[in-house]
C-alpha cells in the first residue's frame, strides 16, 4: 500500500480545477451550462465546468446519498474517464516537486509575483522562481498558480529534476 501522501497527491490530480473542467466536457455536462443567460463556450471563464460538475456530484449526494454518490463516482466517473496508472506516472505538480527538492538540499525557494496585466477577467501573471536568491525562472499564467506551475517546470528542466 502507499503512504498518506502518495494518495493525497493523486487525489489532488483527479479533483483539480483542470481535470474537474475536463471532465464535464467529456460527460456532456458542459452542454446543459449557461454563461451570461447563453448557452455558449465558457472557457474564458475557467472555472465554470468544474464548478458544474461539483454542483452536479452535490446535488447527486443530496438526493441519493453517500454511498450511491461514491459508487457513482467510483464506477462512472473514475474507473470510465481516467487512467489510474497514468495518474500515477505522470508529474503534473511542478511545484511541489521543486519545493520538495529544495528541501531535501536544504534550499531556500521562492515565487515572487513581477507582474500582473489585462482585463479584470483575463488578467495575465508573470511569476520568477529564486532558488536560494538566484533567479531560476519566470513562468506566465492566467493564474497565478498556472503562472507557478510554469515557472517551477522550466526550472525542474533546467535543472534536471524529475
Known amino acids: 500500500f502507499r503512504d498518506e ?16 473542467n475536463r471532465l ?22 475557467k472555472s465554470l465546468y468544474g464548478d458544474a460538475m461539483e454542483a452536479f456530484i452535490g446535488a447527486l449526494y443530496l438526493d441519493m446519498g453517500f454511498w450511491f454518490c461514491q459508487k457513482f463516482i467510483v464506477r462512472k ?6 487512467d489510474l496508472n497514468e495518474i500515477i506516472e505522470t508529474t503534473t505538480n511542478f511545484k511541489s516537486t521543486i519545493i520538495e527538492w529544495c528541501q531535501k538540499y536544504n534550499k531556500d525557494v521562492t515565487f ?15 511569476v520568477q522562481l529564486s532558488v536560494d536568491n538566484r ?19 522550466k526550472a525542474c528542466e533546467l535543472l534536471s529534476i524529475q
Open 112 to 126: 515572487n509575483l513581477m507582474e500582473e496585466s489585462g482585463a479584470k477577467h483575463k488578467k495575465q501573471f508573470k
Open 24 to 45: 464535464a466536457i467529456k460527460i456532456g455536462l458542459s452542454n446543459l451550462v449557461e454563461f451570461d443567460g447563453k448557452k455558449r463556450n465558457a472557457q474564458s471563464h
Open 135 to 153: 533567479n531560476i525562472s519566470e513562468g506566465f499564467g492566467f493564474s497565478k498558480k498556472k503562472a507557478e506551475q510554469d515557472a517551477a517546470r
Open 5 to 20: 501522501g502518495f494518495l493525497t497527491e493523486i487525489r489532488s490530480r483527479i479533483v483539480n480545477r483542470e481535470a474537474l
Open 77 to 82: 466517473l473514475i474507473m470510465q474517464h481516467y
